[in-house]
């Protein structure tokens, strides 16, 4: 999984690991590009959702398009 954040978050992300398998892929001054080998899991879900605005979901598809959804349900609920 691929995972994009905008700076300063990266710098967040880098001192608080989203998880143990966290590499650095890119870090400058305008974005931290991270991977992570995990299976995702409703939990992963919820600490993707408190960075919504900082971050980019570079792939695979189907953890975007999972993402998405969860934005969209919460989107509906609050109206």
């Known amino acids: 999984i691929i995972l994009s954040f ?3 978050q990266g710098g967040f992300i880098k001192s ?4 143990h398998s966290q590499k650095i892929l890119l870090d400058d001054e305008n974005e931290l590009t991270i991977e992570l080998t995990l299976v995702p899991t409703y939990d992963f879900y919820q600490e993707l959702l ?3 605005e900082r971050l980019k979901i570079v792939e695979p598809k189907t953890v975007k398009d999972q993402y998405l959804e969860f934005l969209q349900k919460a989107a509906e609920m609050n109206g």
Not at 16 to 19: E, F, K, Q, R
């Open 50 to 52: 408190t960075h919504a």
């Open 6 to 8: 905008k700076q300063p």
């Open 16 to 19: 608080l690991p989203i998880h």
